[in-house]
């Protein structure tokens, strides 16, 4: 599985950003699939991801304000960033494993990091 991710940028606190992220390859699962964000000296952290029956699940700090979708078609998932705050700023991975993602453990692909910076 290869995944291509892009949509960071800057933006001002109270904006909106999206990222996708395309995958390809085979045995592509989206719903094994998630982003993760990063800032440095703290650990990767899930941030949004599927359960196996395709449900959206959501970090606390972020819920109500992202949202992950898919097109299964486009074998791409994405990140709908809203109400974006200054402590959003990082960079932000597209993942896949090969199970339900809860931790960077469960990863076995990385897409390359996208940096998000919110200014306030």
């Known amino acids: 599985v290869q995944l291509q991710a892009c949509g960071g940028g800057l933006v001002r606190a109270g904006g909106s950003l999206r990222l996708s992220c395309a995958a390809s390859?085979?045995?592509?699962?989206?719903?094994?699939m998630g982003w993760y964000f990063e800032v440095p000296g703290n650990e990767r952290e899930l941030l949004a991801t599927?359960?196996?029956?395709?449900?959206?699940i959501y970090r606390d700090s972020v819920k109500g304000r992202f949202t992950i979708s898919r097109d299964n078609a486009k074998n791409t998932i994405y990140l709908q960033m809203d109400s974006l705050k200054p402590e959003d700023t990082g960079v932000y991975y597209c993942?896949?494993?090969?199970?339900?993602?809860?931790?960077?453990?469960?990863?076995?692909?990385w897409g390359q990091g996208t940096l998000v910076t919110v200014s306030s």
């Open positions: 390859g085979d045995r592509i699962r989206l719903d094994y």
């Open positions: 993942a896949a494993g090969r199970m339900s993602l809860a931790t960077w453990r469960e990863v076995t692909t």
């Open positions: 599927f359960t196996r029956r395709g449900t959206p």
